[in-house]
T-cell receptor
Framework: EPEVTQTPSHQVTQMGQEVILRCVPI?????FYWYRQILGQKVEFLVS????????KSEIFDDQFSVERPDGSNFTLKIRSTKLEDSAMYFC???????????FGDGTRLSIL | QKEVEQDPGPLSVPEGAIVSLNCTYS??????FMWYRQYSRKGPELLMY????GNKEDGRFTAQVDKSSKYISLFIRDSQPSDSATYLC????????????FGTGTSLTVIP
């Protein structure tokens, strides 16, 4: 069964550095998403992306964050000037344009030191 | 307001028991309702997907949606130790491109 893949599984970064989290969505899907889950808290929506542009974003997704689909298969989340509170699991998800829900990857655990 | 409430548990049941998991919500615009299962160190895995009110059954799992009460449920029959996981409810106002709103998740342990 097709799946969403995310790399790396664990990223450790010094505070203030930039990180790029990578995702390969399911190949025939057209909508892409990033969510995060701080330890012990809810899964929170960050951003959705369709037709090479952001379609919706939450208040969490400020100028520190950006997304890109650099080629036909990858979808990336860039976090600039990382802060301690950016430590979380980051999940990528994708869906097609039919009546189907979002399918999630296994996440990248981001640890900011 | 688009808040989703879910009892975090933990919930512990003996093998073979019927499990009932619930979520309530406040936004009447929600139309799509999902249940995800999340094992430790894994991403959410889709279990059930329903639109509007009603019941949907898939094997040992039954999802119920009561929009008039803003209440959704997931029932697991003949629970197995492999069902031990965190169960997340999620909902959205549209099936394309919109964000999902998640509950906090209920931790379930099925004891052999």
């Amino acid at each position: 069964e097709p799946e969403v893949t995310q790399t790396p599984s664990h990223q450790v970064t010094q505070m203030g550095q930039e990180v790029i989290l990578r995702c390969v969505p399911i190949s025939n899907h057209l909508y892409f998403y990033w969510y995060r889950q701080i330890l012990g808290q809810k899964v929170e929506f960050l951003v959705s992306f369709y037709n090479n542009e952001i379609s919706e974003k939450s208040e969490i997704f400020d100028d520190q964050f950006s997304v890109e689909r650099p080629d036909g298969s990858n979808f990336t989340l860039k976090i600039r000037s990382t802060k301690l509170e950016d430590s979380a699991m980051y999940f990528c998800a994708s869906s097609n344009d039919g009546n189907q829900p979002q399918h999630f990857g296994d996440g990248t655990r981001l640890s900011i030191l | 307001q688009k808040e989703v409430e879910q009892d975090p548990g933990p919930l512990s049941v003996p093998e073979g028991a019927i499990v009932s998991l619930n979520c309530t919500y406040s936004n009447s615009a929600f139309q799509y309702f999902m249940w995800y299962r999340q094992y430790s160190r894994k991403g959410p895995e889709l279990l059930m997907y329903t639109y509007s009110s009603g019941n949907k059954e898939d094997g040992r799992f039954t999802a119920q949606v009561d929009k008039s009460s803003k209440y959704i449920s997931l029932f697991i029959r003949d629970s197995q130790p492999s069902d031990s996981a965190t169960y997340l409810c999620a909902m959205s106002t549209s099936n394309t491109g919109n964000q999902f709103y998640f509950g906090t998740g209920t931790s379930l342990t099925v004891i052999p």
